[in-house]
């Protein structure tokens, strides 16, 4: 008989980038020279010392500033490069600059209403479809990269939640108030060779996040959540 070809069991997490300084509260998106916050710096200081304690020997992070400092204690701890990728950046978003939200800022003005009229893509920015494309092809290059260990990836909280609908199959039309993506948070992909066989979520900096923030089932003080595709 011919002994079976052991697995390779590899996990790639996608890690939020820490608080902005952002005092106007506007949708910064993709625009240059928005820096972590004092407690953003906090918060990627313990991401270097909880998940520095990992398996982790890859690294990948987008391009703009809040992603990069983010990363730089994680890469600092484990001694590893921090590989730019284009394709962890932020989804582009037609309202970025401005102040969003219910009765207040760009919602307020008429000519902003053309840009609501389909969710399901969505008509205000960069498809979920295309979202998740790039995101995927980011993640299967770092599972790559890290077989048999772990990698992580630092990106935003939308197209991190848009590749986990994605992997679990669910609707990407959903409420922004539910996404369970906190600050500095891991949504980590378990693969088995190349098929992802788990989805869980943690939030190693969960006692640093601001109750303003804490709009996700899960927070710190409970068991990670998972779950199987």
């Not at 949708?27 to 990627?44: D, I, N, T, V």
């Not at 389909?118 to 479809?129: A, D, L």
């Amino acid at each position: 008989m011919t002994a079976s070809t052991p697995v390779v069991a590899t996990t790639v997490h996608l890690l939020r980038h820490g608080e902005v300084h952002n005092p106007e509260g506007v949708l910064y998106g993709r625009r240059p020279g928005f820096h972590l916050s004092e407690l953003g710096r906090r918060m990627a200081e313990r991401i270097g010392e909880v998940v520095g304690q990992r398996d982790v020997v890859h690294l990948r992070c987008s391009p703009l500033e809040r992603a990069q400092e983010t990363a730089a204690p994680l890469a600092s701890a484990r001694g590893l490069e921090v590989v730019t990728d284009a394709r962890l950046i932020e989804s582009e978003n037609v309202f970025e600059g401005e102040r969003f939200g219910v009765g207040d800022g760009a919602l307020r003005k008429p000519s902003a209403w053309r840009h609501l009229y389909n969710p399901w893509k969505p008509s205000w920015g960069e498809p979920y479809k295309e979202i998740s494309a790039r995101m995927m092809g980011a993640v299967h290059a770092a599972r790559e990269a890290a077989a048999g260990h772990e990698a992580v990836l630092v990106s935003h909280q939308l197209p991190i939640w848009t590749t986990r609908l994605h992997v679990e199959g669910r609707s990407f039309l959903h409420d922004p108030r539910k996404r369970q993506c906190t600050l500095c948070s891991l949504t980590s992909l378990h693969f088995e060779d190349d098929r992802l066989v788990r989805v869980s979520y943690s939030e190693p900096a969960g006692d640093l996040i601001p109750v303003a923030d804490r709009r996700a089932p899960f927070s710190a003080g409970g068991a990670p959540e998972e779950h199987r595709p």
